[in-house]
């Protein structure tokens, strides 16, 4: 029996809106969970619109490992027996120039629903939620650059080269026990937009995609990595970065949010002084705080390899293990 995105057996979560029969996310890293039973299910998505290389997945089922693959018209999976089965569908990654924002999107995840012998009931989940904005460092790019052979077009090879679920955002939300909630883009600032198309960080926040508002609840907590790709104009990214924190405190107003002095360097002294005195004005000196990353990976590479992300979150989550409580 087939079961569309509009039955309780389906859980997104992320930045994931409406489109078309299904429910479509750009930003890898956001996830889906479903609950079937029996022994197989098939997985159904809407791949029109999509340009090679298509977008990877992993799926893990039932807790188990995860595997790597393509998105396609249909993906099935097997269980070893019959019973009651738990699934998590996350968007590794995708090619970051494929039109990711405006229609028709290119570079996208499209669920339309799962075929299987009946429909399971999906866990309680009482964790609560980590925002995670910022640009390619937290998309997960390059983070196997080594997967681009013979020097071949670089687009072409970024599913197997970039990977969500290894960022330290990814990583801090698991060590912390909280739900991920990605909006990572690469080359985009609080000044400028980025590639696919995607808008700079304050109007990108608000949406999932063109004209496709944020779905899900308020987050608990906010981490914020912007600076890398604004390096042109230290007032904008002022000006850029005051708006950024007033859209996150104006959507949850109850929020803690660090704001991360980017690994690079860029804005470090700006930050130093804009996001206490922010505090300040608004009041909320409980509310923010500022992480000094002054040290902790090598300028170069720009994007850290997956040993760099892991190293940025053991960081992270001692130094943010008490705020966000």
Not at 225 to 235: L, S, V
Request: glycine share 10%; aromatic share 12%.
């Amino acid at each position: 029996m087939f079961y569309n995105v509009k039955r309780p057996s389906i859980r997104f979560i992320g930045r994931w809106a409406p489109l078309r029969y299904g429910m479509a996310a750009t930003a890898p890293g956001s996830y889906i969970e479903l609950a079937f039973e029996g022994f197989e299910v098939t997985l159904y998505f809407d791949v029109q619109d999509l340009t090679l290389p298509f977008p990877h997945l992993f799926l893990e089922l039932d807790g188990g490992d995860l595997y790597e693959m393509p998105v396609d018209r249909y993906l099935r999976i097997r269980a070893k027996k019959a019973g009651d089965h738990f699934l998590r569908i996350y968007f590794k990654g995708a090619r970051e120039t494929a039109n990711r924002w405006h229609h028709p999107l290119q570079g996208y995840v499209l669920f339309t629903g799962f075929e299987a012998q009946g429909e399971g009931t999906l866990p309680k989940d009482e964790r609560k939620a980590l925002e995670l904005i910022g640009d390619s460092i937290t998309e997960g790019v390059l983070i196997d650059p080594q997967y681009a052979p013979n020097g071949e077009n670089d687009q072409y090879n970024r599913p197997y080269q970039d990977d969500a679920l290894s960022t330290y955002g990814f990583l801090l939300a698991k060590n912390l026990n909280l739900i991920p909630l990605f909006c990572g883009y690469g080359a985009t600032g609080v000044t400028k937009g980025g590639c696919g198309g995607v808008p700079s960080a304050p109007e990108t926040y608000p949406y999932c995609f063109e004209n496709a508002p944020v779905g899900y609840a308020p987050a608990d907590f906010t981490l914020i990595n912007h600076g890398t790709n604004d390096r042109h104009n230290p007032h904008l990214f002022k000006e850029g970065y005051v708006a950024l924190l007033d859209l996150i405190f104006s959507r949850n107003e109850n929020a803690r949010v660090a704001c991360l002095i980017p690994f690079c360097g860029a804005y470090a002294e700006e930050l130093k002084e804009l996001v206490p005195a922010y505090a300040k004005e608004k009041g909320r000196e409980d509310a923010l705080l500022l992480v000094d990353t002054a040290g902790w990976l090598p300028p170069d590479p720009l994007h850290p390899l997956r040993e760099g992300h892991a190293l940025a979150a053991t960081r992270l989550t001692e130094i943010l293990s008490s705020f966000f409580i």
